[in-house]
C-alpha cells in the first residue's frame, strides 16, 4: 500500500515527466518528426497523458470487522477513475485543515 501524498511535490513530479517527454521526442530525427502522422501524434498523446483522479462516490465501500477491538482496521475503498499515482505527490497549494460544511447551504442539499 502506498501512502497519500508521500512521494514529494506534484509540480517536480510534473517538471521531471515533462522532461521525460521532451527526451522521448528529441530521441527522434528531426526528419521523422516532420513525417509523423496524425496516428504517431495521438500514441505519444495517449502514451504520456495523465487524467487527475476522481473519486467514484457512489461505489465508496466499508470493510468492517466482525468484531471490534483495538487491533482490527476498517477499511474505507475508494474507488478512483484516472491516474491514482498523482495521488502520491502533494499539490502545490493545500490546506493542513479539514473543510467545513457550511450548515446553512448543508440544510439545502439535505446533509
Known amino acids: 500500500m502506498q501512502l ?3 512521494q514529494g511535490r506534484l509540480a517536480t513530479f510534473l517538471e521531471g515527466r515533462k522532461q521525460h517527454i521532451k527526451k522521448f521526442v528529441e530521441s527522434y530525427d528531426a526528419d521523422e518528426i516532420l513525417k509523423a502522422d496524425e496516428k504517431w501524434c495521438q500514441d505519444v498523446i ?4 495523465l487524467k487527475a483522479p476522481a473519486i467514484l462516490e457512489g461505489q465508496i465501500t466499508v470493510k468492517e ?12 475503498l475508494v474507488p478512483l477513475e484516472g491516474d491514482a499515482e498523482l495521488l502520491q505527490y502533494f499539490p502545490s497549494r493545500w490546506e493542513a485543515t479539514l473543510p467545513s460544511v457550511n ?8 446533509l
Open 4 to 6: 497519500l501524498f508521500s
Open 46 to 49: 495517449e502514451k504520456f497523458r
Open 65 to 76: 470487522p466482525e468484531r471490534y477491538s483495538k487491533d482490527e482496521d476498517i477499511e474505507i
Open 103 to 110: 450548515k446553512r447551504a448543508a440544510t439545502h442539499s439535505g
